[in-house]
């Protein structure tokens, strides 16, 4: 396995501006996840699919935000309007099937910088 | 509601002492648990989980946790530490009946001193 990819790694934007972050799943994990994680607390869930359906979104997710698996493989999350409270590391997840189970495999995250 | 909680939000132990790190949770059904680590700037590492059976499960690097059903309570534990266990431990539960999603405690950070 080459393991749960993101990117960036890291971004830095001005308030307002829109960014997009990628995630590549572990090959044939049909479940992925997106978390946010801010300094000193724990990540906290934002929104799963499992293959394109979104099965979940958290409240934290607010308008501004989107997340898409159109294909059932890579993941994008998006963030418009972006403000400073958005600043956080973003971690992305995978995990096979639907078995409790199963591990859930992060990724490195990338870490947004609103300024 | 699923939740956990870390009491502690820093762990100091001596190299070649053991180290414990506290967790509970609070679940309706049957929980499934975690530990995951995380080093500076970097993403979360899975250690190990408690399904069912031996209430003691081993994991990576030496690293072990104590399910414990009447105390709601899931410990790692090391009997020896290194300095380069220093990071972030964070313990996360799902259970059979509540959502897919794990949910994390606000983690505990390891320091060991040489």
């Known amino acids: 396995d080459t393991g749960v990819s993101q990117d960036p790694r890291h971004k830095i934007t001005k308030r307002g501006q829109n960014v997009t972050f990628r995630c590549d799943p572990i090959s044939e994990h049909n479940r992925l996840y997106w978390y946010r994680q801010t300094l000193g607390q724990g990540p906290e869930f934002l929104t799963y699919f499992q293959n394109e359906a979104q099965l979940e979104k958290s409240r934290l997710l607010s308008d501004r935000f989107s997340a898409e698996r159109p294909k059932g493989s890579f993941s994008t999350l998006e963030i418009q309007r972006t403000e400073q409270g958005d600043s956080a590391m973003y971690l992305c997840?995978?995990?096979?099937?639907?078995?409790?189970?199963?591990?859930?495999?992060f990724g490195e995250g990338s870490w947004l910088t609103v300024v | 509601a699923q939740s956990v909680a870390q009491p502690e939000d820093q762990v100091n132990v001596a190299e070649g002492n053991p180290l414990t790190v506290k967790c509970t949770y609070s679940?309706?059904?049957?929980?499934?648990l975690f530990w995951y680590v995380q080093y500076p700037n970097r993403g979360l590492q899975f250690l190990l989980k408690y399904i069912t059976g031996d209430n003691l499960v081993k994991g990576s690097y030496g690293f072990e946790a104590e399910f414990n059903k009447s105390q709601t309570s899931f410990h790692l534990k090391k009997p020896s530490a290194l300095v380069s266990d220093s990071a972030l431990y964070f313990c996360?539960?799902?259970?059979?009946?509540?959502?897919?999603?794990?949910?994390f405690g606000t983690g505990t950070r390891l320091q060991v001193f040489p």
């Open positions: 996360a539960v799902r259970d059979t009946y509540n959502t897919d999603k794990l949910i």
């Open positions: 997840a995978s995990s096979v099937g639907a078995d409790r189970r199963n591990t859930i495999y």
């Open positions: 679940v309706s059904g049957n929980p499934y």
